[in-house]
């Protein structure tokens, strides 16, 4: 199981965990975060994402600000990008599989000390996705 933050298009924030999340469908369930384990779980469609956050944990730190550089000292694994989504939110990472016109792509975080293990991008939700 996966502990994800949804971050909808319409701005709410749903955290919870996740155990059939295929990019390749228009669909998964989130078990919401003090749920009871025999609750259905909350059905999510794809396309009202902005995007699912892998996290190391849901509380994070507040005060961490993730670094919009990468770390000379660690080789990057993958091609570097640059996500700008319509909201105006920016982020900065690696990612082994953007194909233009696919539902969405993978990231890494440019920042290992980041909360986010990995997120999927929801294409539809981006203003600008650029190799850096």
Request: with cysteine; aromatic share 10%; proline share 5%.
């Amino acid at each position: 199981m996966n502990g994800v933050v949804a971050h909808f298009t319409d701005g709410r924030i749903v955290k919870g965990i996740t155990n059939d999340f295929v990019p390749a469908r228009d669909q998964f369930h989130i078990l919401v975060n003090g749920a009871s384990d025999k609750a259905k779980g909350m059905e999510v469609r794809r396309d009202d994402l902005k995007a699912l956050f892998f996290v190391k944990d849901f509380e994070g730190d507040s005060r961490h600000e993730d670094l919009k550089v990468f770390d000379p000292s660690r080789p990057a694994v993958g091609r570097k990008i640059k996500v700008v989504f319509q909201d105006g939110e920016v982020l900065f990472g690696t990612t082994l599989g953007y194909q233009p016109g696919r539902p969405g792509l993978f990231l890494e975080p440019a920042d290992r000390g980041s909360n986010i293990i990995r997120c999927y991008i929801v294409s539809r939700s981006t203003k600008e996705i650029a190799f850096i």
